[in-house]
């Protein structure tokens, strides 16, 4: 089962997420991504992909003054590492900082670096939630702009 997030009208996935479905669509859930909880049962994917979507989900967003805040990205990874079954791969294809594809859509709220990646299976981001199941097993530059980055469940 291939579960595919931020899909956008391009139906790669046998499942395609996106905040709004669309008609018509083969699997189409609607879902508002890192704010609500994946509609899917544990351990289900064998594939989850995030094609040019993933950067449209902030690292943090602060809740108020004194520094409460959230982290969108964070669930979403929750939630991604709930649905793959053991051995199931997160696949992200995203545009690289600094290229122009970063730059140009004011709807990019994170941004990724080929450090980006390592650093989000360290201790130091997900001691408080079970991500620590995700081993990042590839990531490499695809071309000047885009990274390719692949996570399995362990």
């Known amino acids: 089962m291939h579960v595919d997030l931020g899909c956008a009208g391009r139906f790669r996935g046998d499942i395609n997420i996106d905040m709004v479905p669309l008609p018509g669509a083969p699997g189409a859930i609607g ?19 995030a094609h040019c979507f993933i950067e449209h989900v902030p690292f ?5 003054k004194a520094g409460e805040k959230y982290s969108p990205m964070k669930f ?14 997160f696949l992200i294809e995203v545009p690289q900082t600094p290229s122009t594809a970063v730059w140009q859509d004011p709807s990019h709220v994170s941004f ?20 620590g199941e995700l081993e990042l ?18």
Do not use: H
């Open 76 to 89: 979403l990874f929750y939630e991604v590492t709930r649905i793959l079954k053991l051995g199931g791969i």
């Open 60 to 64: 943090y967003i602060y809740l108020n």
């Open 112 to 131: 990724w670096t080929k450090f980006t990646a390592p650093y989000l299976v360290g201790p130091q981001i997900w001691e408080d939630k079970n991500i």
């Open 137 to 154: 097993i590839q990531n490499k530059e695809i071309d000047v702009a885009f990274l390719e980055i692949i996570f399995r469940k362990k």
């Open 31 to 49: 879902c508002y991504l890192g704010f609500e909880r994946i509609p899917l049962e544990d351990n289900m994917a064998d594939k989850v992909s």
